[in-house]
């Protein structure tokens, strides 16, 4: 399929090629008029920046013509596609032959904001008041610190949240970016976060007083799963005897990410005997994390790696004394195991000075965009 735009004597001449189902991009060009060799020399540099087997059917290619030194427009300059709303890949003619590139199209950050009543599940509500589902996933991760998400989540809970959507020339969303104000109000406790990057450059969440909510710790180093088994005494489902269970377990499908739930060294990864597949993080003289029955490692981990809070570093099995998928997970304060859920955070960094002054100032304006935006989607909302 082919369509050529109508340009003036002279100028670059315009045309735009289909790749049509069972075809390849080779017999797309030729069939639009390119020698076999031109092709050929077009697609080898294309590899340098962007696989062509990549390409899907339905992919269109720009294929700009140039005049020759005899006036002659039929001369191949340029092949220009989009194999994605975020790239633009184009191979140009040179004295040499032909040279790729691969280019980042620049996108407009617009703010736009969500807000709900919990009456069953958070998930259920931010979809229903139309939060995009990255946009839910990060808000979970924010609260994660604090709140746990199978038990302190109560009908008649609220939350609002501000985003970004990141979109092109055209004005049209090309995908969703970060999360820059929260609010979840929990048993009549309101817990509002912002974004805000210090005076050092470094963006972290604060609440209303200043003081980063992203604790040295999760204390539910996974997504989506489902607290399983508490800490403390229990009938072990293996061993038949009542036992201390010093740890959470969290049921979640093989394979699920796991996080490391703050910034460590590995101090031990391997086999640990009814532990199966095992990983523990050092934080601090006093705080170290431990991770059980995984199915795997993440690539590259080794005893005395250093990894960041959120860094996947392995994947949920069932090995060891495991009589399922699940994951493990204890904190140990002092090198002796504390309940995960209780055990009181330590804490991240709290604004003070002008510093606190600015970030208030920035909340503040946060706050009064929010209720701005809200506002105009009621009104864009009641005119529908």
């Known amino acids: 399929m082919t369509e050529t ?25 030729t069939a ?10 077009a697609i080898e540099a294309l590899r340098d920046v962007y696989n062509p087997r990549k390409l ?6 720009d294929l700009v013509y140039g005049s020759d030194v005899e006036g002659d427009s039929g ?18 003619r040179t004295d040499d032959g032909f040279t790729a590139s691969s280019d980042k199209i620049a996108l407009t950050p617009v703010r736009n904001v969500s807000s709900g009543v919990i009456d069953q599940s958070l998930f259920l509500a931010a979809e229903k008041n139309g939060m995009p589902l990255s946009v839910l996933m990060e808000l979970i991760e924010l609260y994660s610190y604090e709140v746990d998400f199978q038990r302190d989540i109560q009908p008649g809970d609220s939350f609002e949240v501000m985003f970004e959507e990141l979109r092109n020339d055209a004005g049209e969303r090309v995908r969703y970016g970060d999360v820059v104000y929260a609010s979840m109000t929990l048993s009549g406790n309101n817990v509002r976060l912002y974004s805000y990057k210090d005076s050092n450059g470094d963006v972290d969440f604060y609440n209303q007083k200043g003081e980063s909510y992203r604790r040295a710790l999760m204390r539910t180093p996974i997504n989506g799963a489902r607290l399983s088994s508490g800490f403390g005494a229990r009938k072990h489902p293996i061993l038949g005897f009542t036992k201390m269970h010093k740890g959470v377990d969290f049921a979640a499908p093989p394979g699920t990410p796991i996080f490391a ?5 590995v101090a031990q990864i391997g086999r640990n005997g009814g532990y199966g597949n095992y990983i523990r993080l050092r934080h601090n003289d006093s705080y170290d994390t431990a991770y059980a029955h995984m199915k795997g490692f993440a690539k590259g981990l080794k005893q005395g790696s250093r990894v960041k809070q959120g860094d996947v570093i392995g994947y949920v099995g069932t090995t060891g004394a495991s009589t399922g998928p699940h994951l493990h997970f204890e904190i140990l304060k002092n090198n002796a195991q504390v309940n995960p859920i209780k055990v009181k955070m330590p804490s991240g960094k709290t604004l003070k000075g002008n510093e606190l002054k600015t970030f208030l100032a920035k909340a503040e304006g946060m706050r009064g965009q929010y209720a701005e935006l809200s506002m105009h989607n009621r009104k864009v909302a009641s005119a529908e």
Request: proline fraction near 6%.
């Open 75 to 92: 001369l191949f300059d340029t092949l220009r596609f989009q194999p994605d709303p975020e790239t633009v890949v184009s191979v140009s």
């Open 56 to 61: 899907r059917a339905g992919q269109e290619f």
């Open 261 to 265: 739930a703050g910034n460590g060294t």
């Open 5 to 29: 735009a109508n340009l003036p004597d002279n100028e670059p001449r315009l045309e735009t090629v289909v790749l049509e189902k069972g075809s390849n991009l080779m017999a797309t060009l």
């Open 32 to 41: 639009a008029g390119l020698e076999r060799s031109v092709a050929f020399n």
